[in-house]
């Protein structure tokens, strides 16, 4: 018997250069917590992925983009730092 493992007896783990799956369940997160208004960001946290890959799946999904609330924020106060007074 050899020790090389059998790469049919145990599915593969995650290592290096190798793509993640989407799962429906991962999917159902993506479109919850996008749909909750949550940013890409948030949701790579959450899932534990990288932010780019939320974002090309979420475009994938057909999911409007969320802008984060710090960005939000930043934009509004940067508005009413622009109003003449």
Same mark, same amino acid.
């Given at each position: 018997?050899?020790?090389?493992?059998?790469?049919?007896?145990?599915p593969?783990?995650?290592?290096?250069g190798?793509p993640?799956?989407?799962t429906?369940?991962?999917?159902?997160?993506?479109?919850?917590?996008s749909?909750?208004g949550y940013?890409d960001?948030?949701?790579?946290?959450?899932?534990e =992925?990288?932010?780019?890959s939320?974002?090309?799946? +979420? $475009? /994938? @999904?057909?999911?409007?983009a969320n802008k984060?609330? =710090?960005?939000q924020?930043?934009?509004?106060n940067? +508005? $009413? /730092? @622009?109003v003449?007074?």
């Open positions: 018997m050899s020790d090389s493992p059998n790469a049919d007896a145990a593969a783990k995650r290592g290096r190798r993640l799956s989407w429906a369940d991962v999917d159902a997160v993506i479109r919850r917590m749909g909750a940013s960001a948030e949701i790579a946290k959450h899932i =992925r990288p932010i780019s939320v974002f090309d799946r +979420r $475009r /994938a @999904l057909g999911l409007h984060g609330m =710090r960005r924020l930043c934009r509004l940067l +508005r $009413r /730092a @622009l003449p007074t």
